[in-house]
């Protein structure tokens, strides 16, 4: 029997399983499919600055903690595994689109707003004119006046990191138990004492849940409702060796995301579709065309491939991280929406640190759920 059992081993069901057996306590994750196949590996990587010594919100204090442990984290992972994440400063540029005609870049966010908040929370900001954004990018459509440089932005090669992560929860004896769904959980009185799966109840000291867009099925079995549902978020990769581009470029919720290697991700669009996870010929076209307006030597780029990930969304605005009301031993880690890689190494402290009962490194506020029918 597991001191610890994690359900759901996506990047931050992984992430917390690294940090616990780091301690010395077993562990044991319970996947439904693959490890690592879901929202962790569609996503784009973006890791977004800020130092949480001056953030001015919860949020941004998350992502300060979480954006200052990411180098160490990764050269971590690598000297335990030899696997390279990808993990690399590029820098990235926020776009100002009202300024332009071309209609695949029209979106009405403030970005002027967006770049004194970043600012406020501790972000590197500069503002760029026509002149220094070309000499920074010198491929952008040239009807594009302004926007705003964050030379501190990071990437990370999802697929490769998680790669990294299933081999250093590997290295920590960490037992990966795949094709496990866990149908239901079983409580009595305050206590949980077994996750049951397709193959047989699994029993352990303490609980995890970090099921993603699919955490609400998994605790409505314990009565506990917390409101997190999917948004899908589809991708199209090209490849253009010439590499147009050096840094992140993001235009409201659309971006592209140069990798070393020439391939270019474009991302995303945000959906309420259930759990379908298909691609869709609109949404397709609709991502091409968005990046060809921005970057027109792209349309020359070949097609590589295209993918969708289900975001789980906290319908309250911040991921469920704690522990569940009315119950000694069952915690929860989820909803991070557009930001799970992001903040998956503070996820995996902070958890690692609640569930050891250890000094935490930030205060954590109380899970709120609401009461759900027990199935
Ligand atoms: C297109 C796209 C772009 C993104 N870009 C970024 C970005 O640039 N930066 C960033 O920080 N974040 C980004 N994200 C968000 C990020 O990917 C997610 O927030 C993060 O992956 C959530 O991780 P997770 O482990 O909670 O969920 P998941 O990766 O979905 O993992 C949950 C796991 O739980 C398993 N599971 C579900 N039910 C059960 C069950 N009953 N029993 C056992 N296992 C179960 C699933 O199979 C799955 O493997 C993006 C997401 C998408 C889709």
Known sequence: MADIVIIGGGVIGLSIAYEVAGQGASVQILERGS?????????????????????????????????????????????????????????????????????????????????????????????????????????INREIANG?????????????HLKALIAACHARGVVMTSGAAVMSIERQGSRVTAAHTVTGAIRADQFVVCGGAWTQSILAAVGCSVEIEPVRGQIVLLEDLKKPLRRIIEVGVRYLVPRADGKILIGSTEEWTGFDKGNTAESVADLIRFATDLVPALKSARVDR?????????????????????????????????????????????????????????????????????T
Not at 51 to 72: H, K, M, N
Not at 148 to 160: E, K, S, T
């Open 148 to 160: 705003i440089y964050l030379p501190q932005m990071c990437q990370v090669r999802n697929p490769r």
């Open 306 to 374: 295209f993918w969708s990930g289900l975001r789980p969304h906290a319908k309250r605005g911040s991921p469920y991280l704690g522990q569940v009301p009315e119950t000694d031993n069952l915690f929860v880690a989820a909803g991070h929406f557009r930001s799970g890689l992001m903040l998956s190494p503070i996820t995996g402290l902070l958890m690692r640190q609640l569930v050891l009962r250890q000094e935490l490194v930030m205060p954590m506020p109380v899970v709120s759920c609401s009461k759900a029918a027990a």
């Open 35 to 139: 490890f690592g196949q879901e929202a962790s590996w569609a996503g784009a990587g973006m890791i977004i600055p800020a130092d949480p010594q001056r953030a001015t919100t919860y949020e941004a204090q998350l992502r300060g903690e979480s954006f200052v442990r990411w180098p160490a984290w990764s050269r971590q992972l690598f000297d335990e595994t030899g696997i390279d994440n990808g993990f690399v400063n590029c820098g990235g540029i926020h776009l100002f689109p009202q300024t332009v005609t071309l209609p695949h870049l029209s979106v009405l966010s403030d970005l002027a707003g967006c770049a004194r908040q970043l600012r406020a929370d501790g972000a590197v900001v500069e503002e760029l004119n026509a002149d220094e954004l070309r000499r920074l990018e010198p491929s």
